[in-house]
């Protein structure tokens, strides 16, 4: 009954000051430069002269309520009660004495957890919800996140890159999971397979006509009902189609692949903000380990690490080694697929005889 | 639970080895360990489907409608088609929470979360997800309303999800970053709470999210992520303590400063003395941060901060990944009426797309489709050649209102140059 129901306190974005370190209250805005002292802990100096060591360490991002608990334990012993989570689900202590970083450190480690993740190490990969909770997805994340980050474990507990690494993976061709220096995306190799006796029932027909980027679906009879049919030279295998329409499924145990791309990077810092570029694509969706993805990207890692120079992102890299060194040396495969035919294809293509023997 | 009743899982079990933290055995803790019997047959069941998930390569969830009173949105609902199977986790639906910005919690917060979450919950939770929202994974319709009801009395709302203005995201900022030029809690928590109704009850053509970065190294990924992106910047000279950049070179040597320093800088406006000392052509920088990042003690961002606004970031569906294109250079936000016209242009874009956008469209697409000019008209902003990043190459264009046109760049100039 409507009138028994709670009517919700429409309080919306909650004031984060009350969940901030005093040090951070009393400091906001007035910080002066940090420093580095160790992968993982972060100096923060204020014009003031406060100081404020931040620890950070990864987790298996999903957490039990004991996990949570331990984490929330760590910080009531070590560190003043105050946590805070990075975008990628790193969490971070701080504290304001020198003496308490080791501790802190003993006690994160001791629990289980990983100190590391700051500056030019792999940080913590970034990933969606998977098999795990996701209506579409056409693989898990937290698993190969998991499975990624026990073989990158010691990239992320040192300082060892050019610069920073962000690995990220996407379960559809959505990609939540964003931009990466690495992204590890499904890519779906068929057109959908549509069960025709439910479409009418369950899809909203012209909205899915509609979703499609290529224009490849359209209205149709088949068997006498209403339902909605895919030219399947056009289609792209996308899946936009499948969120809104259930029985048009596109994934597959086998045709649902993953796909690998580098070079993208969100910061301003030397080139403009860069989109990912695909590198490598039919690559089996294997769980529970992923081993043939995870190969790929410790390739590309090597690489990486040995050719860049300081500071270079791998967009960075890669724009000055050229695409065909990069191809070279990770020994990836170039081929037609690699050569962009969507909107604005052409600024992709070499207009110039900058070439490199 | 009774043992017999425990779904085998010999491919999950694979994930709890090695030395990273393992979900797996987070799951089993919650199956075996914990006192409610509720969440140790709801965990057994939800391990034993994403086992067969695993087994099939195949995700067996599917969504529905469930909200809480009074509310459109906020939850993800998620009814299993393999319920049968699995039927103590047959309903699992997450709860979107929005954290306050920066992500900053007390552990006596997040205790007391995770007393309601268990009480109501799976005990499962992910801080935080992609929109940014604490993810409060798995709970029954019912104990969606309880859980909420319970959280919502001591200070927590529900996120967006669907066609809505979405929860909103900042970097760390100004609490513990010295590269912030930007008061990140104030921007963020303006915007989004401005548009409270327009997260909690989706009425828009599709998603409209704010993301806030307090200077250009974009931490928040808002170019790329964002329909609305604000960035902290500053637009007087940056500081440079000249005594540091000695100290900075005697550490690493001359070399290393002009090859990660002056040549690396985009527009090469940064000059080594023969004297260690470092001079900058300000009116050359533009922002990239790359020699703040790299000699962050030395150099620092200038005094006049203010913020630069980029609209129409987002992912793939459906055109393509977008970024962002700047719409607003440069605006001040110190005073209370800087902030009231900062959530002035919001609410006049999401009008805007809220009119003009097509069903499943994002603000992006929408300028890709209409384009910039229109867009720019349409919400009562003036060109501006900060917007390009070159003039228009193309001369298949009619041009005869150009007269008016450049009367109105030299009106403007001159209004500014009256300040």
């Keep these: ?357 | 639970m009774d043992k017999s009743k425990i779904h085998p899982t010999p491919m999950l079990d694979v994930l709890e080895d090695g030395p990273w933290p393992s979900f797996v055995s987070g799951f089993k803790r919650m199956r075996d360990e914990h006192p409610d019997a509720r969440i140790n047959e709801t965990i057994n069941s939800l391990l034993g489907q994403l086992e067969h998930s695993y087994e099939t390569r195949k995700g067996y969830w599917k969504g529905g409608t469930v909200s809480v009173f009074g509310y459109g949105g906020g939850i993800i609902p998620r009814f299993s088609e393999v319920a049968k199977a699995f039927p103590e986790s047959k309903e699992f639906h997450t709860l979107r929470v929005q954290p306050a910005p920066g992500n900053y919690y007390t552990t006596d917060m997040l205790n007391q979360l995770a007393d309601s979450w268990e009480k109501w919950g799976s005990g499962m939770v992910t801080f935080h997800g992609q929109t940014g929202n604490i993810m409060f994974i798995g709970t029954t319709t019912d104990n969606t309303q309880h859980f909420f009801d319970e959280i919502n009395e001591y200070g927590w709302e529900l996120g967006g999800a669907g066609p809505c203005v979405r929860t909103a995201m900042s970097c760390v900022g100004a609490a513990r970053c010295e590269q912030s030029c930007a008061n990140e809690h104030g921007i963020q928590r303006h915007l989004v709470n401005t548009f409270t109704d327009d997260v909690h009850r989706p009425a828009l053509p599709y998603k409209f999210k704010f993301k806030i970065s307090g200077c250009p190294n974009d931490c928040q990924n808002s170019i790329e992520r964002s329909d609305f992106s604000v960035i902290g910047t500053w637009r007087d000279e940056m500081k440079v303590d000249q005594a540091e950049v000695k100290a900075f070179i005697d550490a690493k040597g001359r070399d290393y400063v002009i090859d990660n320093v002056t040549t690396r800088c985009p527009t090469n406006c940064m000059t080594l003395n023969d004297d260690n000392t470092l001079d900058v052509d300000n009116g050359n920088c533009v922002r990239c941060m790359h020699c703040l990042n790299v000699m962050n003690k030395a150099l620092s961002p200038g005094d006049d901060k203010g913020v630069t606004i980029l609209i129409g970031g987002k992912r793939t569906l459906k055109i393509g990944d977008l970024m962002g294109t700047v719409v607003v250079p440069f605006m001040k936000l110190d005073t209370a009426e800087d902030y009231e016209k900062l959530v002035d242009l919001a609410s006049e874009i999401i009008d805007f797309f809220a009119e003009n956008a097509l069903e499943h469209e994002r603000t992006g697409e929408m300028i890709e489709r209409i384009g910039l000019v229109n867009f720019l008209e349409g919400v009562g902003v003036e060109v501006d050649p900060n917007m390009v990043s070159s003039p228009r190459q193309s001369s298949y264009v009619r041009m005869d209102g150009w007269d008016e046109e450049a009367e109105k760049w030299f009106e403007r100039q001159s209004e500014k140059a009256a300040g």
């Excluded at chain 1, 990075?86 to 990983?114: D, H």
């Excluded at chain 1, 994340?141 to 992320?156: N, P, R, T, W, Y």
């Excluded at chain 1, 369950?202 to 679906?217: F, G, Y």
């Excluded at chain 1, 070279?328 to 490199?356: C, M, Q």
């Design chain 1, 1 to 357: 009954m409507a009138q028994d129901m709670r009517h919700p306190i429409e309080s919306g974005c909650p004031d984060g000051f009350q969940y901030m370190h005093p040090s951070m209250r009393r400091n906001y805005g007035q910080w002066k430069y940090h420093e580095h002292p160790r992968p993982g802990v972060l100096l923060h100096v204020a014009h003031s002269g406060d100081k404020l060591w931040t620890v950070k360490c990864g987790t298996q991002r999903i957490l039990d309520v004991f996990t949570l608990r331990k984490l929330t334990e760590i910080g009531d012993k070590f560190a003043d009660g105050y946590i805070r989570f990075t975008i990628r689900s790193n969490v971070e202590y701080v504290v304001t004495e020198e003496a308490k970083v080791q501790p802190l450190i003993e006690a994160i480690e001791g629990a289980g957890f990983i100190v590391g993740g700051t500056a030019n190490s792999v940080a913590m990969i970034s990933h969606t919800q998977g098999w795990l909770h996701c209506d579409i997805p056409g693989t898990d994340a937290s698993g190969v996140v998991k499975s990624m980050m026990d073989e990158l474990i010691d990239e992320f507990k040192n300082c060892n890159m050019p610069n920073r690494v962000h690995i990220t993976t996407s379960c559809c061709q959505i990609n939540c999971g964003g931009q990466g220096d690495i992204a590890i995306n499904v890519q779906h190799t068929k057109p959908p397979k549509i069960n025709h006796d439910l479409v009418a029932n369950v899809c909203e027909r012209p909205t899915v006509v509609a979703r499609c980027p290529v224009a490849a679906i359209r209205p149709a009879m088949v068997n006498g009902k209403p339902s909605l049919e895919v030219d399947e030279k056009k289609c792209i295998c996308c899946g936009a189609c499948f969120p809104p329409c259930p029985p048009m499924q596109i994934n597959d145990a086998e045709d649902t692949k993953l796909a690998i791309w580098v070079g993208g990077n969100h910061s301003n810092a030397r080139s403009k903000p860069t989109f990912q570029k695909l590198v490598a694509a039919g690559v089996p969706n294997n769980p529970p380990r992923w081993p043939e993805a995870t190969a790929i990207v410790k390739r590309i890692l090597k690489e990486y690490k040995e050719g860049a120079k300081d500071w270079e992102r791998i967009n960075d890299w890669i724009d000055r080694i050229g695409w065909p060194r990069f191809f070279e040396v990770t020994g990836l495969p170039f081929t037609k697929y690699h050569i962009d035919n969507w909107t604005g294809a052409r600024n992709s293509l070499n207009a110039s005889t900058h070439i490199r023997f």
